[in-house]
């Protein structure tokens, strides 16, 4: 059984910075997928980035491209997302996820954490 369990959010002023974290346990090898995805009150779950464990690619949403990095730590199999230069419009709640598939930017993975929240004050 596949668990992700999130970590790291807060709050913090525009301009700061936060890592999330995200714990894996249950898979086995490195063909899969990781992605952060973030739901604001009220709107829907917008994918944020995600790797690919198997070689590392990456891939970002626009909104986010060149302030968020995404990373993993395959030794501690932990994922994580850096976020630097934090604007308001970023306040979500923020969840892992994971699946086999090439889901990359599709909001289909199979497995989910249950999300950490990220408020970022002007």
């Known amino acids: 059984q596949v668990q992700l369990v999130e970590s790291g959010g807060g709050s913090v002023q525009a301009g700061g910075s936060l890592r999330l974290s995200c714990a894996a346990s249950?898979?086995?090898?490195?063909?899969?997928?990781m992605g952060w995805f973030r739901q604001a009150p009220g709107k829907e779950r917008e994918w944020v980035a995600s790797?690919?464990?198997?070689?590392?690619?990456?891939y970002y949403a626009d909104s986010v491209k060149g302030r968020f990095t995404i990373t993993r730590d395959n030794a501690k199999n932990t994922l994580y997302l850096q976020m630097n230069s934090l604007k308001p419009e970023d306040t979500a709640m923020y969840y892992c996820?994971?699946?086999?598939?090439?889901?990359?930017?599709?909001?289909?993975?199979?497995?989910w954490g249950q999300g950490t929240q990220v408020t970022v004050s002007s």
């Open positions: 790797i690919y464990v198997g070689n590392g690619n990456t």
């Open positions: 249950g898979y086995t090898g490195n063909n899969y997928y």
């Open positions: 996820a994971a699946d086999s598939r090439s889901t990359i930017d599709k909001v289909d993975y199979k497995y």
